[in-house]
């Protein structure tokens, strides 16, 4: 954990400006960068680091936290309004034990938050430039002229040439068909034997690319497909040949904290899109029905609901449908929690992560599991990403349909859940399906 005397506070400065293109403002940046946006949350772009927090091991959650209090303790901050106040972003690995000597998650460690330099805030008719300063030189001076000379640079950023999509020449898959049909079988038996009740099992693609990844060209590409899914890019170090990446597009909220309402969801349980409207609807009405998925996602749903009890004085379950996204459809059901006390949302966040939709339950026995069956590392992959301020209000989304990227290779990753009666062959294919997203950007 790196340590912060206490001199180390933040000092903030921000200012309404006339919104540069997103996709201008993202090839601009400077690493490490960051790029978030979330369906009816601000769109933010984050350029270097004004300070950067990691930690590691199973208190990692409580230790970005503590952390993240003492920068913000005495914090010298206007940012004039909401949008523009200063945010960490980053994300944390899914398991707690996580070597960063291992490719490809060699530059992200087991949790990292990063309080941008220089963040660009979009809200729906306008937009804010914040610059944050930490340390002894970070005077409201200094910070000040920094954000009128930024101010002045967005205003002429030049536009940005399209950049051609890299081709996918090699792929590889962590796991033969027959190796994932000897674990899907596997854990169905541990099933019926009333070890597990569901565990979700992974796959990792690894593609190598004709030429180095653009990671802001997909990003802005995947705002057209997946508009109401949570997108996200994260450039952890300034490493200007490999510059490695995570990115994403997810539909899975895991949290989002807003004085003492907590909203959260459960989306557990898969079909395809069909090539007519009616073929989807006859699609999603199978989905409804099928006994295998519904029984898949209230697993999702009560454990949820079991998780966030000790905090909730009230939790609201909506309805269970369809959530329809471009290449698959899935079953999702709203939760909404009221809490009897302020809590931090990484509070919350380290009580939900991981649900069911993601690790399994047991939870223990099947995390464990996953660590024995998985020959990849998972990394930030079905993991906690989001950010929080400092009132530890936040927002964190589950960080699936994503890959991790260094150079010309790029590492995608998708799961399924297994319940008793799941087919090895029906579960391979799906995990076909959940690499569209971030295929079809590749390819
Ligand atoms: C683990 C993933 O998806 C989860 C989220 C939605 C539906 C799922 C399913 O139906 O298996 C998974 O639980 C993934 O996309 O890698």
Known sequence: MKSL?????????ARQISAPPARAALADAATPRLFWSGDGE????????????????????GDVRAAADRLFAEGD???GTEAARPRLFGGFTFHDEHDTDEKPWGAFPSAQFVLPRRQVTYTDDAAWLTVNGVGPDATAELVSDELDATAAKLGNLPTPETMRASNVVERERTTTKEAWRASVTDATDRIAAGELRKIVLAVALRARLDGPLAAHEVTARLADTYPDCYRFLFEPTGDAELTPAFIGATPERLATLRGRTLATGALAGTTGRGDTPAEDEWLADELRRDEKNVHEHDIVV??????????????????????RLATVQHLETPITATLSDDEHVLTLVEALHPTPAVGGLPPDRALATIRDTESFDRGWYAAPVGWFDAAGHGSFAVAIRSAVTAGDTATLFAGVGIVEDSDPDAEWDEVQLKYRPML???E
């Open 77 to 79: 901050v206007h940012a």
């Open 440 to 442: 079809d950007e590749l």
């Open 302 to 323: 009560d454990a949820i609901r079991d998780q966030l009890s000790p905090f909730a004085a009230s939790i609201s379950t909506g309805e269970r449908d369809v959530r």
């Open 42 to 61: 601000e769109t933010v772009i984050g350029s270097g680091a004004a300070v950067t927090l990691t930690a590691g091991g199973e208190d990692r959650f």
């Open 5 to 13: 005397g206490d001199e180390m506070r933040v000092v903030s400065r």
